[in-house]
């Protein structure tokens, strides 16, 4: 009932700057409000994990190798997630997955959770 899509993967340097962004849409009428929106990644071999989360009453959370580096914020009026990553590593290089947690529909009772197809990154020169 939540569709995710993500925007913003590609091929960058060492220390350079990538801005990935993440609309959720739904064919169920609108989307009332999204309680948390989040990145996850996936290297390979490797499981997925919480890169940084936006949940509207914590507020931000990042996982320590990315502190400093990553930036997460949202635009609620587009049920929108962005993240700027700076000073980009090799290490950073994954399959980057944004996720919804608590959605809720003008048109279904509930709420609601969606994964995006993910998007790859890979920093290397």
């Known amino acids: 009932q939540v569709q995710l899509v993500e925007s913003g993967g590609g091929l960058v340097q060492p220390g350079g700057s990538l801005r990935l962004s993440c609309a959720a849409s739904t064919t169920f009428g609108s989307i009332v409000s999204i309680n948390a929106m989040g990145w996850y990644r996936q290297a390979p071999g490797n499981q997925r994990e919480l890169v940084a989360s936006?949940?509207?009453?914590?507020?931000?959370n990042y996982a320590d190798s990315v502190k400093g580096r990553f930036t997460i914020s949202r635009d609620n009026a587009k049920n929108t997630v962005y993240l700027q990553r700076n000073s980009l590593k090799p290490e950073d290089t994954a399959v980057y997955y944004c996720r919804a947690d608590g959605v809720r529909l003008e048109t279904r009772p509930g709420w609601f959770a969606s994964w995006g197809q993910g998007t790859q990154v890979t920093v290397s020169s």
């Open positions: 936006s949940t509207s009453d914590i507020g931000e």
